[in-house]
């Protein structure tokens, strides 16, 4: 199995893919306490205004706060706006 991970990582390097993409990892990029767009999630497991639980590849990524909000989605990424207090990993 280390094998195949090497030549995966192998290829991915000579195609100039960042290997968080080619892995399928799960991606965050915070703006402060106010934004974070989620890159890479499967689906939206619960959504309210103070909570969020998203399934993520091998985890589910969970995010409190107040005055949540998803600004936009697709089946890629999305975009969640609000007062965040905490965010989450937990194992499936």
Known sequence: MKR???GMNGLAESLGLPLDASRGETILTF???S???IEN???ILVYS???LKIQ???YRLSIDG???RIRYYDKDEM???GNIDAIGFDER
Do not use: F, Q
Request: net charge positive; hydrophobic share 25%.
């Open 41 to 43: 999630y499967r689906s």
């Open 31 to 33: 703006v402060g306490r």
């Open 35 to 37: 934004m974070v767009r």
């Open 49 to 51: 205004d103070t909570y």
């Open 79 to 81: 975009e969640i706006t």
């Open 4 to 6: 195949k991970r090497d």
């Open 66 to 68: 107040r005055n949540l």
């Open 56 to 58: 993520a590849g091998k």
